[in-house]
């Protein structure tokens, strides 16, 4: 180009050519990437310009959106958020030709990208029986869709918690969960006696899902009568509890046999069970939260002998604490992923929610176990607060209040609005499993 000033000298500026595009994260044809909110970075061998104006002329395939599209400072970087809902999905990005531009407004080639979200995991971790697959397909079919309504029974293994939810509601929940927390105090005769599996039984026989959970009493010391949850109240070490000859080992053993004779009582009764055992290990307060190598080798242990006695009506759910993955046992031993929550709003909760799905996001996430904080009076955000937030739990499970608790972990309030909402799941509304 020839420009000619007043002395009429002449000055030539140089051509400069077009971007070349040199690199795109990710890259076209990766899989697995994790549905919703996914960042694109397209960058060139030299700095680029781009109008945010124009977002409108980009593009995205299938039910996707663009939500921003931005060339931050001097930079080489096209930095664009598309919004794509759906897993086991391919979508194709696209940008026309110049819409990117270089120096001297010299136009970019037009760039095409292609990607995979990722897909739920759809096959159980064991061979189940007939009513445990049918429960199994029920709660893929109703993940993201839809969330179950849950509640944790007390101690005394019964529904009284699941009846107050139906007197406030008029509806009962569609889960109800229980503890084999006594399993030392357990006999025929006993004060608890959970041989009698009626109160379980009876649920599922009215149309309700069985879950349950393992709060895992070991003796505080050696022979010691006294027992506890608690890592800091017991000198049993889980690191020796794969030592034979040791107290740790012969109590997991013992254990282990005899809460498999009490689920073996539900498979003979065909009753599928949504299992939740060894709870927010990575916390580190329970006596299983030591460490995550032997955590993970307890959960295996479990999980092979299980299988070996012929419990196959139970799907497997691990409870994270979020940030978490040296202590997942691994895909092959999970089906369910859960997240127990407590005092949280509701954008905390959906937040939590994302957390989860971002790192095991091939698993169906659920929460767990909710509820109030006592210690600071903080209140869970309401269920249809958390709904209308994103978090898409499989189910909602709050726990259950102590005599006297001077704030209620989910009242009468809480379980009105989520009741009334039409994505959440009553036991009146689950199809038969039989």
Not at 218 to 241: M, R
Request: one cysteine or more; a negative charge.
């Amino acid at each position: 180009m020839r420009i000619l000033g007043s002395t009429e000298v002449e000055h030539e500026i140089a051509q400069v050519a077009s971007p070349t595009l040199v690199s795109t994260t990710p890259v076209t044809g990766t899989s697995g990437i994790q549905s919703g909110n996914v960042t694109i970075s397209l960058t060139y061998d030299k700095n680029v310009f781009f109008a945010s104006k124009n977002k409108d002329l980009l593009s995205i395939s299938n039910d996707g959106s663009i939500v921003s599209a931005d060339v931050i400072g001097s930079s080489p970087t096209l930095v664009v958020v598309v919004n794509c809902p759906s897993r086991n999905t391919t979508y194709t990005f696209s940008v026309p030709e110049g819409l990117v531009t270089g120096p001297n407004s010299m136009p970019a080639p037009a760039v095409e990208i292609s990607f995979t979200t990722q897909g739920l995991d759809n096959t159980p971790v064991n061979t189940l029986t007939a009513e445990a697959q049918r429960v199994y397909d029920f709660l893929q079919e109703t993940y993201e869709q839809k969330t179950i309504s849950g509640m944790m029974a007390n101690v005394a293994w019964n529904v009284e918690e699941s009846e107050q939810v139906y007197q406030w509601t008029g509806k009962y929940p569609a889960l109800n969960c229980f503890d084999y927390i006594h399993l030392q105090s357990s006999a025929e005769g006993s004060w608890i006696d959970y041989g009698d599996i009626t109160p379980v039984s009876q649920w599922w026989n009215n149309g309700g899902l069985v879950a349950a959970m393992w709060h895992w009493n070991v003796p505080t010391s050696n022979g010691s009568g006294n027992l506890t949850t608690y890592k800091d109240q017991t000198s049993f070490d889980i690191d020796n509890a794969f030592t034979e000859g040791t107290w740790e080992y012969q109590t997991v053993n013992a254990d282990l046999e005899k809460i498999a004779g009490y689920l073996k009582l539900l498979k003979d009764a065909n009753i599928p069970v949504i299992w939740r055992p060894l709870h927010e290990a990575a916390g580190g307060w329970f006596w299983w939260g030591k460490n995550a190598d032997s955590f993970k080798r307890l959960w295996i242990q479990m999980f092979d002998y299980f299988k070996a006695q012929g419990l196959d009506n139970l799907i497997w759910v691990w409870t994270t604490e979020t940030g978490d993955a040296d202590w997942y046992p691994g895909d092959e031993y999970v089906d369910i992923v859960g997240r127990d929550l407590y005092g949280n709003d509701a954008a905390d909760c959906a937040s939590q929610y994302q957390t989860v799905v971002s790192e095991y996001g091939s698993k169906m996430v659920a929460l767990s176990e909710c509820g109030a904080y006592i210690d600071t009076n903080s209140k869970l955000g309401l269920l249809s607060e958390q709904w209308n937030a994103g978090a898409r739990w499989l189910w909602f499970m709050p726990w259950y209040d102590n005599d006297g608790a001077a704030l209620s972990h989910a009242d009468k309030e809480w379980w009105q609005d989520a009741m009334s909402q039409s994505y959440v799941i009553t036991r009146d509304q689950l199809p038969s499993f039989k």
